[in-house]
């Protein structure tokens, strides 16, 4: 098989499509580090800035995901959901996946590079998070919270790269985006309970049965509810930014009417489907609020 054909292989494993789920919450995070900033242009971050933005993001989850197929190799092939995945099927040696993963690493650290020194030293710190996600789940039930933090460090990230700095105010994102991606991974881990038990693996509704894991996953998404208008609040947002937050909360809640403990047959529309709208609604309605409310609530 030549090499295109393998890099085909390889990002169709990995989803790269996906990075719509932390990819609008960088960008939040990087419009709103931009507010105020001698080098930004009409408040958005200089193009060379976005442009090794997305090229961090795209590489760091590229590389979060090919590790998580190398390193659940055995897990994959032995779980009949994921057994036809490119590894277990004998598509890519994980040699391939390692070295892809190596790759992306190093493009990653490249762009952190370009930006500013401090998003440079954190690297080191997002690379343990997101490669060390693929281990949690052979050691704690919680292991959602490590994906949870691997999708809610791109906010800070972001802030990080455009201001060389940190704020306490793009925390609360984080934390906003640990509960949301927390919540969704709860529920995406129900369809493998069974599968968990019996490889002696750790999540939620291994421990708690579905019934304990839609729970957990509703207190999740409750708090990003709760949170959501202080957030609105610490960055002085207009009735635009607190319309879509509405529009969140109504996704999160529709999300949790279309699945339910007796049945699963939507999950994939709702982990799928619905959390990348959350995020591009998200997105959009803070974009939209600071450059519009201005010229039109003004």
């Avoid at 779980?79 to 995945?85: E, G, S, Y």
């Avoid at 704690?140 to 809610?152: D, M, P, Q, V, Y």
Wanted: charged content about 10%; proline content about 4%.
């Amino acid at each position: 098989m030549g090499l295109g054909a393998r890099i085909r292989i390889t990002l169709e494993m990995i989803k790269w499509e996906h990075s719509i789920f932390a990819l609008p919450f960088a960008l939040t995070g990087a419009i709103l580090a931009a507010q105020g900033m001698p080098t930004s242009f009409h408040g958005l971050p200089s193009l060379p800035t976005l442009g090794w933005i997305l090229v961090a993001m795209v590489t760091a989850r590229s590389a979060a995901m090919a590790f998580n197929r190398w390193a659940d190799a055995d897990l994959d092939a032995a779980n009949p959901r994921t057994a036809t995945r490119a590894i277990p099927a004998g598509l890519l040696s994980k040699g391939f996946v390692l070295a892809f993963t190596l790759v992306m690493v190093a493009v990653f650290l490249v762009a952190c590079a370009r930006l500013n020194r401090l998003t440079l030293e954190l690297s080191p710190i997002v690379l343990v998070v997101l490669l060390g996600y693929s281990y949690l789940k052979r050691l704690t039930r919680f292991s959602h919270i490590g994906l949870g933090l691997a999708l809610g460090l791109a906010p800070a990230a972001a802030w990080v790269a455009v201001r060389g700095a940190i704020d306490f105010r793009i925390l609360l994102l984080t934390v906003i985006v640990i509960c949301w991606a927390s919540g969704f991974d709860v529920l995406y881990a129900c369809q493998d309970m069974e599968h968990d038990r019996a490889a002696g693996l750790n999540s939620i509704p291994q421990s708690m049965g579905l019934n304990g894991a839609f729970n957990v996953a509703r207190a999740l998404h409750l708090i990003v509810v709760v949170l959501l208008p202080w957030f609105r609040v610490f960055f002085g947002l207009g009735p635009i930014a607190l319309g879509g937050m509405v529009l969140v909360a109504a996704l999160l809640l529709y999300e949790h009417l279309i699945v339910s403990p007796r049945d699963l047959s939507r999950l994939n529309a709702a982990f799928f489907t619905m959390n990348g709208v959350i995020a591009m609604v998200f997105f959009a309605s803070v974009a939209l609020d600071l450059y519009l409310s201005p010229i039109l609530f003004r």
